[in-house]
């Protein structure tokens, strides 16, 4: 194939339209790598030849299934889950479970295609993958939520293994669902493997992995400040979600002497001019976790706080932005008013928070932005970690872990230096930089097995 025959850009998001029809999630992050690595592959026949992009941009394989369960009150329910098994070039699938209303097809592709990226991104050898359920936790009894749990991962348990594919957790589970999920994998196999992560210390987790996606984050942030001569220490951020990459986020940036504004869930956000100590971080860790309340409840336990339902938190003036709660939550108008109020730095806790008109505004007013597959991969590399414990029956010390983890997210910051160098400037584009040495790995693998 010549140069010139190959497809262009259009072209090529076009088929991925017509491949994929109504999954707007899956064309955007496609999208969102493809600009990059397009103009990075322009002149490398054998990426052309061998179509690695399109082929990355398919899934090995979606697998889709019912899962029955009864409730508390002895109605039959029935949900829909899925396993999107994206890429094992570089080694076992690898990605979370996410349990809640908004899991679709499209989103779980989209997120198995920036897992594929980010867990090449980490160094370590883990292929993408990701699944879920459009089951809604919130509001369940710990026996509704076992029995479902335990439902799913009888379907589950036949497409996954410590070899083969590794899910965690995601949106909407947690130790909990993992310790129910784990404990019906042992009991239909009866294997005890390192089949999934995020478990409980007591049966094979790794110490840091419930702080290392929000803790990664801000390590993230560091890096990035630190390249042009700025530190965390005095900076304001303001920072979307309450869960656990919002909460240990917040608790990073307060570690490090910055102040954080800001947090919030789907109802709204509280906005606390004072800070969010850890105090008050450790208040709503046990109030979302354990009393599983609303955010809007701070501002009756903190009176220095304000409530504003219906609204996210982008148009609070800060220095920092870490956007922890969901997909698509920064659009491009709230990323032109965070860059009006004097932004310096974003950087992303959650997967694609930003859509692709907010990253353009990001990217074309030259602040640091560090996208999701870079910026929140802290998470799957400590699960990483898990599975090399897991396989060596060890377990690290929590300070061997915590440097693993800054060292991890050092290498990715110098990856995404190394491949995001705009030229003439001192600048770095962390999106392209992220996207393109995260493919080269993954592509460089699929070339070495010819056409599988």
């Not at 370590?124 to 029995?147: A, C, I, T």
Request: charged letters at 25%.
């Amino acid at each position: 194939m010549a140069v010139s025959d190959h497809v262009d850009l259009p072209r090529f998001i076009e088929g991925v339209k017509k491949r994929n029809p109504g999954q707007d999630e899956f064309v955007q992050a496609v999208q969102e790598v493809a600009e990059d690595i397009f103009d990075f592959i322009k002149d490398k026949e054998e990426y052309h030849h061998y179509q690695i992009l399109r082929r990355i941009a398919e899934p090995d394989r979606v697998i889709s299934f019912r899962v029955c369960w009864e409730d508390d009150r002895g109605n039959i329910r029935v949900q829909r889950g899925w396993r999107v098994q994206n890429n094992n070039a570089i080694g076992p699938y690898k990605g979370g479970i996410r349990f809640h209303p908004s899991v679709t097809e499209s989103v779980l592709k989209f997120l198995a295609f920036e897992q594929t990226f980010k867990n090449s991104l980490t160094g370590l050898p883990m292929g993408g993958g990701k699944g879920g359920s459009n089951f809604n936790p919130k509001g369940k009894s710990d026996h509704e939520v076992m029995r479902f749990c335990q439902s799913f991962m009888t379907e589950l348990y036949r497409h996954v293994g410590a070899d083969i594919d590794v899910p965690a957790g995601d949106i909407g589970v947690g130790g909990r669902e993992i310790g129910y999920m784990f404990g019906q994998y042992k009991r239909i196999t009866n294997q005890f493997t390192g089949v999934l992560t995020g478990k409980g210390l007591s049966y094979g987790g790794s110490l840091i992995r419930t702080e290392a996606t929000g803790y990664g984050a801000v390590y993230f942030l560091k890096e990035m400040l630190g390249h042009i001569g700025q530190e965390v220490a005095g900076k304001t951020a303001v920072i979307s979600g309450s869960g656990n990459v919002a909460t240990h986020a917040a608790e990073k940036i307060v570690q490090l002497g910055g102040k954080v504004l800001t947090l919030s869930d789907s109802q709204g956000f509280i906005h606390d001019p004072d800070g969010i100590d850890q105090a008050k971080i450790d208040w709503v860790k046990v109030h979302k976790t354990r009393r599983r309340g609303r955010i809007s409840d701070y501002v009756t336990e903190f009176r220095s706080a304000t409530y504003h339902e219906g609204q996210r938190p982008w148009a609070v003036p800060c220095d920092v932005v870490l956007p922890c709660a969901t997909q698509n939550e920064l659009n491009g108008a709230d990323a032109r008013t965070l860059v009006a109020n004097g932004c310096m730095a974003v950087s992303e806790g959650a997967n694609m928070p930003t859509d692709l008109e907010g990253v353009h505004v990001f990217k074309a007013a030259g602040i640091l932005y560090a996208p999701g597959k870079a910026a929140n991969a802290g998470g799957v590399a400590v699960s990483g970690l898990e599975m090399s414990q897991n396989s060596g029956r060890i377990a690290w010390k929590e300070a061997e872990l915590q440097q693993h983890l800054v060292d991890i997210m050092r290498g990715i910051h110098q990856r995404c230096v190394e491949y995001g160098g705009v030229a003439g400037t001192q600048r770095i584009d962390y999106v392209r930089g992220a996207n393109i040495a995260g493919f080269k790995k993954v592509a460089e693998a699929m070339l070495a097995y010819g056409v599988v």
